[in-house]
């Protein structure tokens, strides 16, 4: 399944096919070993309030969220080979293709929301 991820605060689509890792190997395999996440693509992460990009080819933004999915810390373009600190506030992590975030307003405080999206080539009605 794919989600939307939607800033609340600022009426903006950050994602409209989002996936989710929640076990224990989707979260670390994560976006690993991808050549590259195109605008529309995301990964969201949970439970979590750090990540790396060890083995990865690609920068990306980072958005830390709290129970409530407000940004409690976010990060433009960490790029490969990097490991963030740990946010304690943080319960989930939202990457994104690198530049989401500073083009949409996107901002510490700002709400997120996540809400089921279609998958590729599967249309409803």
């Given at each position: 399944?794919?989600?939307?991820?939607?800033?609340?605060?600022?009426?903006?689509?950050?994602?409209?096919?989002?996936?989710?890792?929640?076990?224990?190997?989707?979260?670390?395999?994560?976006?690993?070993?991808?050549?590259?996440?195109?605008?529309?693509?995301?990964?969201?992460?949970?439970?979590?309030?750090?990540?790396?990009?060890?083995?990865?080819?690609?920068?990306?933004?980072?958005?830390?969220?709290?129970?409530?999915g407000r940004i409690v810390k976010q990060l433009s373009a960490m790029p490969p080979w990097r490991t963030s600190s740990i946010y304690f506030k943080a319960r989930s992590v939202l990457e994104l293709p690198a530049g989401?975030?500073?083009?949409?307003?996107?901002?510490?405080?700002?709400?997120?929301?996540?809400?089921?999206?279609?998958?590729?080539?599967?249309?409803?009605?």
């Amino acid at each position: 399944m794919h989600w939307r991820v939607t800033n609340e605060t600022r009426q903006r689509l950050l994602a409209d096919r989002a996936e989710r890792a929640e076990s224990f190997v989707q979260r670390f395999q994560g976006l690993m070993g991808r050549a590259s996440l195109p605008m529309g693509g995301g990964m969201h992460i949970e439970p979590c309030n750090s990540i790396h990009t060890f083995f990865m080819r690609i920068p990306i933004d980072v958005a830390f969220l709290d129970a409530e999915g407000r940004i409690v810390k976010q990060l433009s373009a960490m790029p490969p080979w990097r490991t963030s600190s740990i946010y304690f506030k943080a319960r989930s992590v939202l990457e994104l293709p690198a530049g989401v975030l500073g083009a949409s307003g996107t901002q510490e405080g700002d709400r997120l929301v996540f809400t089921p999206g279609e998958a590729p080539g599967v249309k409803t009605r």
